[in-house]
């Protein structure tokens, strides 16, 4: 198999092709740096994103005027196969504030260590 990929590891965007036969025999071809290789290789066996999304504040925050959605993101790189999932747990997800940017609203998805996190402060309103 082949695939075209432009590579995101550092600013250059080297534009690189990539064949495989099977998980041992992958070819990387156009990279500048070792990082595009390494890339390449996790994309085809193993693709991973940072998952950003925003949840539902519900409480004494949100009455007073406060946001009414909170930003978050996984705290590392989640792989494909489990964003679909945490998804549909975000979109139902409400937070009481406070909130501080950092805290872990969602520890370990599913057993994979990454956690979802605040990425904004909501402080509680009287």
């Known amino acids: 198999m082949e ?7 550092c600013p250059l965007g080297c534009r690189l092709t990539v064949r495989w036969e099977n998980e041992q ?4 071809k156009g990279n500048k740096c070792a990082k595009g290789e390494s890339y390449a290789r996790e994309e085809i066996l193993a693709p991973k994103r940072v998952v950003t999304a925003t949840v539902t504040v519900a409480g004494p925050a949100e009455k007073a005027g406060g946001p009414r ?37 969602l520890p370990d998805i599913a057993g994979t260590g990454v956690d979802v996190v605040a990425t904004r402060t909501v402080k509680e309103r009287s």
């Not at 025999?25 to 990387?28: A, K, P």
């Open 3 to 9: 695939r075209k990929m432009v590579c995101i590891s």
């Open 25 to 28: 025999d992958i070819t990387v």
């Open 69 to 105: 959605r909170l930003p978050v993101k996984t705290s590392a790189p989640l792989l494909k196969e489990h964003i679909a999932a945490l998804l549909d747990e975000l979109y139902g997800l409400e937070v009481k504030a406070p909130v501080a940017c950092g805290d872990v609203l």
